[in-house]
């Protein structure tokens, strides 16, 4: 009789990560370990097949798919390369949170002995390497996710006590980190517009997989050479940043949709799309959250007033602007009552586009008042709960039910366990759907 556990397995030989791997030829296993629906391990006979019909009718024999969750780790400067297994029988915990209000990190934790090799792989790697590269894949069902593509920034190391063995504690960031190291103060700009200043400062970053999608201003101001040269400020992550500010836009950096790449968006924060499959409470056998708790707070949204300057009198013209964005619907009928105006006086010098670029941001930042926070777990729910997209809620009631967009997700993964901790929002209360996909 086989034995059976539930688990998570870190994984080393997979085609992700191994030179040396290769995919099974028909009829053959994986060396990997393969796991039903519910995450229990059951290890397969050396001949255990199923059949599938072709089209012309004939019987095809093909492996069972593999499923569970599995853990790929690169490590390397630029090119990250596979760990030694060494490194990835140490590894205890991993944790990646992707925030759409701050940079995405991890947390790698190791067990370390007196006389562990990690002394030299990572102490030494750190410094001798200003900025080690890290990715991690999880593989749920056979669809590998890309959870990370980021850098180390720290290293810290704890020691045992009692026989116990010590710890060393990896922290990092994503790609962000990397954009934030040089001051490029004063590069010119001239005649170009910010869409086309963030394209060239994401250029200079194609080494480590950078692909721009960049949205082109809603309001465009164009600089004309003989009024004004747009200057670089500060680094080129707190620069695309402020562009982005300006216009009401986003940007970060997603992980994917392969290892080694990423997309680097700078655009509006899109609250439209494809939902993920619902998140269920309360609801028996299709209770598929362990916690999931909702919170209105309607004292904080704000109506922006910007100042448009004439430019004959020199004199001000207050113009309020409505949280009115085609890419960011309401999600809620019952919106919070708005309960402060707020000038604006800094886009009195400001030209009439970027002034209502700016009311727009400050706008769309203060209109989600319904939040929500809950954890789950990887293997019940079926698949990864993403960041920036949205999800579906049922089983919590007429006035939370619905549509949500997914603030944040802290994944957290052990041997044996894989679950997530999440933050939602949304404008208001009461669905404007009547059904969410399941």
């Known amino acids: 009789m086989s034995s059976r556990r539930k688990g998570v397995d870190w994984k080393q030989d997979t085609v992700l990560c191994a030179e040396t791997a290769r995919a099974p030829e028909v009829g053959q296993f994986s060396p990997r370990r393969e796991y039903d629906a519910l995450g229990e391990v059951a290890l397969p006979k050396k001949d255990q097949r199923f059949s599938t019909h072709g089209q012309d009718g004939s019987t095809q024999e093909t492996p069972s798919m593999l499923k569970g969750i599995y853990l790929t780790l690169l490590v390397g400067p630029v090119v990250p390369v596979p760990v030694p297994q060494v490194v990835l029988d140490a590894l205890t915990s991993v944790t990646v949170t992707s925030d759409t209000g701050g940079p995405s990190g991890f947390q790698l934790t190791f067990t370390l002995s007196p006389r562990s090799p990690l002394h030299t792989l990572f102490l030494v790697a750190a410094g001798q390497t200003p900025?080690?590269?890290?990715?991690?894949?999880?593989?749920?069902?056979?669809?590998?996710?890309v959870l990370m593509d980021g850098v180390m920034t720290r290293t810290e190391v704890g020691g045992g006590s009692g026989g116990s063995s010590g710890t060393l504690t990896v922290i990092g960031e994503d790609l962000t980190k990397v954009m934030d190291l040089i001051d490029f103060s004063g590069f010119p700009y001239p005649g170009m517009t910010a869409d086309l200043r963030v394209l060239t400062v994401i250029a200079k970053y194609a080494m480590f997989g950078l692909i721009p999608m960049v949205i082109p201003n809603l309001f465009v101001d164009v600089p004309i050479p003989t009024d004004r040269i747009p200057l670089h400020r500060g680094t080129d992550l707190r620069y695309v940043q402020h562009l982005a500010s300006e216009a009401g836009y986003v940007f970060y950096i997603e992980p994917g949709p392969v290892p080694g790449t990423n997309v680097a968006y700078w655009g509006p924060e899109i609250k439209v799309g494809v939902p993920q499959p619902a998140l269920n409470i309360d609801?028996?056998?299709?209770?598929?959250?362990?916690?999931?708790?909702?919170?209105?707070?309607?004292?904080?949204?704000?109506?922006?007033?910007?100042l448009i300057q004439n430019q004959l009198t020199r004199i001000p013209i207050p113009l309020p602007v409505p949280n009115l964005n085609p890419l960011q619907p309401p999600l809620g009928v019952i919106p919070a009552p708005i309960t402060n105006v707020t000038v604006l006086r800094d886009t009195a010098k400001m030209s009439p586009m970027r002034a209502l670029g700016c009311g727009l941001a400050e706008a769309s930042r203060s209109a989600d008042a319904a939040t929500g926070e809950g954890t789950l777990d990887v293997v019940r729910y079926g698949r990864l709960l993403r960041s920036r997209g949205l999800v579906g809620v049922?089983?919590?009631?007429?006035?939370y039910d619905g549509l949500y967009f997914v603030k944040k997700v802290t994944s957290t993964i052990k041997r044996g366990e894989f679950k997530q901790s999440f933050s939602l929002t949304r404008n208001g209360l009461v669905s404007i759907t009547p059904n969410v996909p399941v």
């Open 131 to 145: 900025l080690l590269r890290v990715i991690l894949v999880a593989t749920v069902n056979g669809s590998p996710h």
């Open 283 to 306: 609801m028996d056998a299709h209770t598929n959250v362990e916690s999931l708790s909702f919170g209105f707070n309607g004292a904080d949204t704000t109506l922006p007033i910007v």
């Open 394 to 399: 049922r089983g919590a009631g007429t006035a």
